[in-house]
């Protein structure tokens, strides 16, 4: 994970770590959002909702979720 975003999350009180496979995964849908909702400010939106509703669930099944509702 890129040092700033650790800080970033450190300084938050947390210590969440997130694997290559989830960070592409993550940037990956917010590509998605962005071009097919024609608007880029909902590519942060998406993955902070996402990150709320996610539970337990791998992020992969979450982001096929995603493919498949805009298909």
Known sequence: M???LRRA?????GEVELSPED??????L???AA????DRTNAPL?????GRVQGDRPLHEL???VRRSTS
């Not at 999350?9 to 009180?13: D, F, K, L, T």
């Not at 071009?35 to 024609?38: C, E, I, L």
């Not at 998406?46 to 996402?50: G, H, N, R, S």
């Open 46 to 50: 998406l993955c902070y909702l996402l």
């Open 35 to 38: 071009h097919k909702s024609g």
């Open 9 to 13: 999350v450190e300084a938050a009180g």
């Open 30 to 32: 917010a590509r998605i």
């Open 23 to 28: 960070e592409r995964a993550l940037l990956d």
């Open 63 to 65: 982001a096929e979720a």
């Open 2 to 4: 890129d040092p700033w």
